[in-house]
């Protein structure tokens, strides 16, 4: 039998393994420097999401959506935590229980530029290959806060911001779809949609979804949705299917408000 501790005896610490993983620049720059607490926001064996100063930093297994402010791994599962806990983060790496993921590869997480003639042509095919799914998110948000979002109307945006359950509100997905779609086609109102959007999102929604809209004002969206866009990009239709069937297949509805975000930025017609 396995010898038993005396009383005297601290309890050891489990063993960080280390793992690598890879990541945006963007991402990197935030896990990265001295030794800093984060706190676990929302925790599954697919996906830790991580309160660092307001900023929310994911760390990723290999099933998981790859949201572009995570740390993506090859793992099956990750480490046991809960809301609330505290893990650490520093030079380039998030340590969570039992595992320490290393940041060591860089992705790119942005959008290609599209054309205004291919965004015309995507966002056609987009509406009609996805119909159903898009009429089900347009009825569940306000007619004339999708009007404007079209428009390029910053009011569009504090009608949306928050509006909707989950830790990624079907509001803020339309505006992420919106955002990223916006840089890809170098949309007209892009500068000021993103300045209303940096300004209040924090204060209005979830730190995961003030992040992604953060990372979609950027360009950055997950790669389901990146194909989208360069399936539009390079006028692929049998790839633009492909892609869109597997943006609508991310979580309940977030998958059907990124694209209708990118609908009204591409130019659906009404």
Known sequence: MPASSSPDEAPTEPVAVPVTGS???WVLSQVAGPRRVATVLHAGPSAVYLDLGGTCIAVLAADAVQVPCGV???LDELPGVGAGDEVHVFNGSVVLPTVEVHVTT???ATVPVVSPESAV????RIADHAAV???HARAALPTLALERLAAGDTTAV???VGLGDGLTPLGDDVL???LAAAVARRHPALGEMRSVVESGAAQRTTTLSATL??????GEGIPEFRDVVGAVANHDAPWLQQSVDRVLAVGETSGQGLLLGAVLALGSRP
């Open 133 to 135: 799914p898009l009429a």
């Open 23 to 25: 990541a945006s620049l």
């Open 158 to 160: 504090p009608a949306l």
């Open 121 to 124: 042509w995507g966002a056609e």
């Open 176 to 178: 992420c779809g919106w």
């Open 106 to 108: 860089i992705v790119d």
């Open 213 to 218: 809209l953060a990372c979609a004002a950027r």
């Open 72 to 74: 993506r791994t090859t």
